[in-house]
């Protein structure tokens, strides 16, 4: 996989070369859940949330008063998706069958 990539893209071989069990990681979980894994959906939502919510307040005198907005919100959008099953947590534990198939793969 790394040789197809050396002569076009040399650095992005290097990092594969280097990277290449973190890159693969996805590949230990149920297929169903990896376009969930991959997605940052959680993420940028948040973000927006974070951005709405000071782009109101402009300046804050400190760091508590950040935090006090901030906090609530990461706690809420956690809590919401923990709810909404997101992915099944159960699928995920992982067993000696699903590492031993994953290192035979690579």
Same mark, same amino acid.
């Given at each position: 996989? #790394? ?12 990092? +594969?070369?280097?990277? +290449? *069990?973190? &890159?693969?990681? $996805?590949?230990?979980?149920?297929? /169903?859940?990896? /376009?969930? #894994?991959? =997605?940052?959906?959680? +993420?940028?939502? $948040? %973000?927006?949330? &974070?951005? /709405?919510?000071?782009?109101? #307040? *402009?300046?804050?005198?400190?760091? *508590? =008063? &950040?935090?006090? $907005?901030?906090?609530? $919100?990461?706690? *809420?959008? %956690?809590?919401?998706?923990?709810? /909404? ?7 995920? @534990?992982?067993?000696?069958? &699903?590492?031993?198939?994953?290192? @035979?793969?690579?």
């Amino acid at each position: 996989m #790394i040789a197809t990539y050396e002569t076009k893209l040399p650095k992005l071989a290097k990092y +594969l070369e280097a990277n +290449l *069990g973190d &890159v693969m990681t $996805l590949l230990a979980f149920p297929k /169903r859940h990896h /376009r969930k #894994i991959d =997605s940052t959906n959680v +993420l940028e939502r $948040l %973000n927006k949330e &974070v951005k /709405r919510k000071t782009k109101v #307040i *402009g300046a804050f005198l400190c760091e *508590g =008063s &950040v935090l006090r $907005l901030l906090v609530p $919100l990461a706690v *809420g959008t %956690n809590a919401k998706w923990l709810d /909404r099953k997101y992915v099944l947590w159960e699928d995920l @534990e992982h067993t000696n069958e &699903v590492d031993e198939e994953f290192t @035979e793969k690579f």
